[in-house]
């Protein structure tokens, strides 16, 4: 092979290990997003679990409140 192909293929070489940490960097930002997303998803199912629950109790109140009147 000729010094001219060499370096270029050790450049694209390069190029290729430098994407790929790019990549594995993007990937485990994208991984730890999906993480806290998903966790904050469980907080907001639990919330709203939490606030129907409230409201149901409110209006079973209420509705005593006025059988009682």
């Known amino acids: 092979?000729?010094?001219k192909l060499v370096k270029t293929l050790e450049?694209?070489?390069g190029d290729?290990?430098?994407l790929s940490t790019e990549l594995k960097l993007?990937?485990?930002a994208l991984k730890k997003r999906?993480?806290?997303l998903?966790?904050?998803k469980r907080e907001l199912l639990e919330r709203q679990r939490k606030s129907g629950d409230y409201i149901?109790?409110?209006i079973s109140r209420l509705k005593a409140l006025e059988s009682n009147q």
Do not use: A, G, P, Y
Request: aromatic residues 0%; glycine residues 0%.
């Open 1 to 3: 092979m000729s010094d």
């Open 26 to 28: 993007e990937n485990q």
């Open 34 to 36: 999906l993480t806290d």
């Open 11 to 13: 450049s694209k070489v």
């Open 56 to 58: 149901e109790r409110s």
């Open 38 to 40: 998903q966790h904050e």
């Open 16 to 18: 290729l290990i430098d």
